[in-house]
């Protein structure tokens, strides 16, 4: 089965700066990665998603890495607010279904 | 209208209990999934109906029986739950099932099992 591994410790980082999270798994490579954000109490909401073939995909301030070598994709918030807080999660599919990591919580201080 | 709805939003259940969580989406999805999270913990899915046929069922236990009586509703039934089955039930759709389909999910139930 895939086992996937996020940072279980929370990141804090200042307003303004860019955060960084990490996505690395082991066994299958995924053909596709999904991120998520996910509030407390709450439902994830779909962020991106980044094929294998492809080595990055942004979105307005959020930028997703994949290095099928490594095992590992990256997920950046540039310029990051406050508003940005939350736990996010990445996902990855493989044989019909997505497989969820546990999520890394992103706290943004003013 | 990108919503999934989930009723209720709490539950509390004794272990004899009977019960159902309700979800529905007028998204025209033909995807629906049930999943299971703890705190601190993913997402684990439960069960995936395509079509409203079940396509997946990830060795779930029997005291939860899913139904979908239509594209747009899906259905968790619960019946004689153990203390550990607290936890927020999710309940997500998508186009189709396919890998490049966006799930939306819901809110969640929260459900505690005494």
């Known amino acids: 089965s895939q086992k996937i591994e996020q940072n279980s410790e929370a990141l804090n980082i200042q307003e303004g700066k860019t955060a960084t999270l990490t996505c690395n798994y082991t066994?299958?490579?995924?053909?596709?990665l999904q991120w998520y954000r996910q509030d407390p109490g709450r439902g994830p909401v779909f962020l991106l998603l980044?094929?294998?073939?492809?080595k990055e995909k942004r979105k307005e301030r959020l930028k997703v890495t994949f290095d099928t070598t490594l095992k590992q994709s990256l997920f950046h918030i540039t310029a990051s607010q406050p508003a940005d807080s939350a736990t996010y999660l990445c996902a990855l599919y493989n044989f019909n279904k997505f497989y969820f990591g546990s999520g890394t919580k992103l706290n943004v201080k003013p | 209208d990108t919503e999934v709805t989930q009723t209720p939003k709490h539950l509390v259940m004794g272990m004899t209990n009977k019960k159902s969580l309700k979800c529905e989406q007028h998204?025209?999805?033909?995807?629906m999934y049930w999943y299971k999270q703890k705190a601190k913990k993913p997402p684990e899915l439960m069960f995936v109906y395509s079509y409203e046929k079940l396509s997946i069922n990830e060795s779930v236990p029997s005291r939860f029986s899913p139904e979908c009586p239509n594209s747009s509703l899906l259905n968790l039934h619960l019946h004689a739950l153990q203390p550990e089955d607290s936890a927020l039930y999710l309940c997500?759709?998508?186009?189709?099932?396919?890998?490049?389909?966006?799930?939306?999910f819901g809110p969640g139930t929260r459900l505690t099992v005494l």
């Open positions: 998204m025209g999805h033909r995807a």
């Open positions: 997500a759709s998508s186009q189709d099932k396919l890998a490049t389909d966006t799930q939306y």
């Open positions: 980044i094929r294998e073939n492809e």
């Open positions: 066994n299958y490579s995924p053909a596709y």
